[in-house]
């Protein structure tokens, strides 16, 4: 993955979130799969619609307007609601609240460690 790729894998899943993309595929692992996977620092795959290296994903166009794309949905992430209905996660089902914005900072820190930003 590019970092240019990254930046619309990560918006792709603020727009999950927010309810602006939807997935077809069931999760091939379970929730303990993907924690265990994740604490050995190998790689989690993603659901094929959020897949940048496949060419799944939304398509990087221009960085500069998809840098922008990701700071409005990041924007828009954190200024939900308690009460917001969150859909469920794609491998952890229904998460409250703090616990969307924890993978959500997990999962954005991991593609910035990746590429050391």
């Known amino acids: 993955m590019t970092v240019h790729q990254m930046v619309c894998h990560c ?23 993907v924690i265990q996977l994740a604490q050995s620092k190998k790689t989690v795959p993603s659901p094929k619609e959020l897949d940048q290296v496949k060419g799944n994903g939304t398509p990087p ?13 990041l924007e828009e992430f954190y200024t939900l609601e308690e009460s917001y209905n969150y859909p469920s996660h794609f491998y952890f089902g229904k998460l409250n609240h703090l616990e969307w914005r924890k993978i959500a900072s997990y999962h954005m820190n ?5 590429f050391r930003v």
Not at 16 to 30: A, H, I, M, R, T
Not at 110 to 114: K, W, Y
């Open 61 to 73: 166009i221009e960085f500069k307007k998809d840098i922008i794309a990701l700071k409005t949905h």
């Open 11 to 33: 918006t792709d899943f603020y727009r999950l979130v927010l309810g602006k993309k939807k997935l077809k595929e069931k999760p091939s692992l379970n929730a303990q799969e």
């Open 110 to 114: 991991h593609h910035l460690r990746q």
